[in-house]
């Protein structure tokens, strides 16, 4: 079976550069567009786009429905069909432009790829994320250990998540110079750091339990004065790999750099908790446990938009929205205590 078509091919490249340089997405978004259209051409057995028909925009949803999770092998979630009938939308909706399509393709067909009202509902409904309280954190904080360096930075990692309520991705790309201790103060430089959209963040570090900050402290002065780490080196280092005699590739130590990713960041979190038997919590739970802590001890709006801002976000709504969801229950219950 043929599994690509060289003119397709062809019109993929254009399109990938077009999001690139008309659009200003990054190469995550482009993968993302690529995969969904990807998918589009298996459910046509990779026909030319420009035998494009509105018939296989419907009997694409039919297929999307067929596939299943490669990890779980459960039916693809609502919320990952939505998406991918939107990115293939996208990208007829550029093609109706190009030359050679306006033939075979009108923006009317392209409206074809448009999921249903009631699956759009849902797969756009919020869900409630499981998070920790800060009890429940404190508690697998102190289970961890802190006698090897590398136990020494996982408790660091943890203790710096509840500290600045950082991205996952923008904390394995710190390095110490981003790190003031004395004033408490992460600058997260979108030029250097691997901030969300790019964008660049003061963060001050939130008033919690102090010994997160003693643990991070003693980290931080065990990389410069121990292991004569630099303002250049990683925060949070990855460990080094090398060929030891009769033993064959084993950990030398920490490396001066961070890791590639979140995924082993993402792995000691949850590592932390379920040795405590506790759901594995990640990285990013820390986020709306710390957004309900704030909720708690802020005393003004102003000090709440502060919070929300240390959190990265520039309008309150988003931590709101996000972090902070009211349910119905709950609203009902409020405007009842009020009376």
Known sequence: MTRYVEENERIKHDYATYLHHAKG???????????????????????????FHRQQAADFKDFLAKQRNI???????????????RLVKNFFHWLVSRPGFKRVLSYADVEYFNNTRKAGR????????????????????????FETEFQKRDKALFAFFMLTGARDGAVAS??????????????????????????????????????????????????????????EDALFPKAKVGLVEGQGFANLGLAREGFANAAKLNAIIRTAFANVQMPQYTPHAFRKTL????????????????????????????????YLPVTTERQMELIRAMG
């Open 25 to 51: 997405q990054d190469d995550t978004s482009i993968d993302k567009a690529r995969a969904a259209i990807r998918r589009f051409e298996e459910s046509t057995k990779f026909k030319p786009f420009k035998k």
């Open 71 to 85: 990890k779980t092998g459960k039916p693809l979630g609502f919320s990952t069909v939505d998406a991918t009938l």
């Open 122 to 145: 849902v797969a756009h409904t919020q869900r409630q994320i499981p998070y920790p309280s800060m009890q429940q954190a404190a508690h697998a904080f102190q289970a961890m250990p």
């Open 174 to 231: 710190l390095k110490l110079k981003h790190v003031n201790i004395e004033l408490g103060h992460v600058f997260q430089d979108a030029r250097e750091v691997n901030t969300k959209a790019g964008k660049t963040i003061h963060c001050q570090f939130f008033p919690v339990d102090a010994a997160y900050r003693t643990c991070f402290t003693d980290w931080v002065a065990y990389l410069v004065e121990v292991k004569l780490f630099g303002q």
């Open 291 to 322: 957004t309900h802590f704030g909720n708690e001890i802020c005393e003004s709006p102003e000090a709440f938009k502060a919070w929300s801002m240390n959190l990265g976000h520039e309008n309150v709504a988003t931590t709101i929205n996000s």
